[in-house]
């Protein structure tokens, strides 16, 4: 099983390992494109501050980042493990994970990355700040550059398994599964079930979905469950205790919207 995350915009900081070294990150393959990334964040942030800031659209309350990303080089590096904080992160709360399942969590999920494409839990990185919607002077929009980067190595990657999808859109751009591969692919939306006047609603809760998606990883993790298929992963997040539906989309695609009533 191969599990697809999202970054989180929060990163932990005050790090004291060395730093980054490219040609010791997973999936070698991207390790040209993301020097290619890296040197421009980096050329781009050491100039017009103002400028920086504009392409990165930060607020005028995080200008500080710029200086952080110029600094990207020689900034310590922490596993991604550590440095991915934020909703998702702290459900699926990687630390407190027993050895079997977080040697699971090492092996099947896969962090997407404005700035590395993507990366594996292990890979030792600086906090940086670089969303997958950013657009650098030289190569364009990131998501269609990682796009290009992946098509050959990410199907290697998922294997013959399932393909859990649970990124954003902005970083589900940077990779489709196609052909066989989206066959095995799911992709997870969260409802929050409510009833107003003996009517039932269901709504799309921004900080209520990501913290699903973060538990429901940790039960997969911890349940040592290893579905095929769409299908079957929507069989064993019953059992996990989760309330799924299964529903229609384009041919091969598998969508499940997971239900829940309380917040959490």
Same mark, same amino acid.
């Given at each position: 099983?191969?599990?697809?995350?999202?970054?989180?915009?929060?990163?932990?900081?005050?790090?004291?390992?060395?730093?980054?070294?490219?040609?010791?990150?997973?999936?070698p393959?991207?390790?040209?494109?993301?020097?290619? !990334? +890296? @040197?421009?964040?980096?050329?781009l942030?050491? $100039?017009?501050?103002?400028? %920086?800031? /504009? =392409?990165?659209?930060?607020?005028?309350?995080?200008?500080?980042?710029?200086?952080?990303?110029?600094?990207?080089?020689?900034?310590?590096?922490?596993?991604?493990?550590?440095?991915?904080?934020?909703?998702?992160?702290?459900?699926?709360?990687?630390?407190?994970?027993?050895?079997?399942?977080?040697?699971?969590?090492?092996?099947?999920?896969?962090?997407?990355?404005?700035?590395?494409?993507?990366?594996?839990?292990?890979?030792?990185?600086?906090?940086?700040?670089?969303?997958?919607?950013?657009?650098?002077?030289?190569v364009?929009g990131?998501?269609?550059?990682?796009?290009?980067?992946?098509?050959?190595?990410?199907?290697?990657?998922?294997?013959?398994?399932? !393909? +859990? @999808?649970?990124?954003?859109?902005?970083?589900? $751009?940077?990779?489709?599964? %196609?052909? /066989? =591969?989206?066959?095995?692919?799911?992709?997870?939306?969260?409802?929050?079930?409510?009833?107003?006047?003996?009517?039932?609603?269901?709504?799309?809760?921004?900080?209520?979905?990501?913290?699903?998606?973060?538990?429901?990883?940790?039960?997969?993790?911890?349940?040592?469950?290893?579905?095929?298929?769409?299908?079957?992963?929507?069989?064993?997040?019953?059992?996990l205790?989760?309330?799924v539906?299964?529903?229609?989309?384009?041919?091969?695609?598998?969508?499940?919207?997971?239900?829940?009533?309380?917040?959490?």
């Amino acid at each position: 099983m191969l599990v697809l995350l999202p970054p989180s915009e929060g990163k932990a900081t005050g790090g004291t390992g060395a730093p980054v070294a490219l040609d010791s990150l997973s999936l070698p393959e991207l390790t040209r494109a993301r020097a290619t !990334v +890296l @040197d421009e964040l980096v050329e781009l942030c050491s $100039g017009d501050e103002e400028k %920086a800031a /504009e =392409v990165l659209g930060l607020s005028p309350g995080l200008r500080g980042e710029v200086a952080k990303d110029a600094a990207l080089r020689t900034a310590p590096a922490m596993p991604a493990a550590e440095l991915y904080t934020g909703v998702l992160y702290d459900a699926l709360g990687l630390a407190a994970l027993g050895r079997a399942a977080r040697r699971r969590a090492e092996e099947s999920l896969l962090v997407f990355s404005g700035l590395w494409g993507a990366v594996r839990l292990g890979d030792r990185i600086p906090a940086y700040r670089c969303s997958m919607g950013v657009k650098l002077p030289g190569v364009g929009g990131l998501a269609a550059y990682w796009r290009r980067q992946m098509t050959d190595v990410l199907p290697q990657v998922a294997g013959d398994g399932l !393909v +859990l @999808d649970l990124r954003s859109s902005s970083y589900a $751009g940077a990779w489709k599964p %196609a052909g /066989e =591969v989206a066959r095995r692919t799911a992709t997870v939306r969260v409802l929050q079930v409510t009833e107003v006047d003996g009517v039932e609603k269901r709504t799309v809760v921004s900080h209520f979905n990501k913290a699903t998606k973060g538990r429901l990883v940790r039960a997969l993790l911890e349940s040592g469950a290893r579905p095929k298929d769409p299908k079957a992963l929507a069989r064993t997040l019953r059992k996990l205790g989760f309330t799924v539906e299964e529903q229609p989309g384009a041919p091969g695609a598998g969508r499940l919207d997971v239900l829940v009533r309380e917040i959490h």
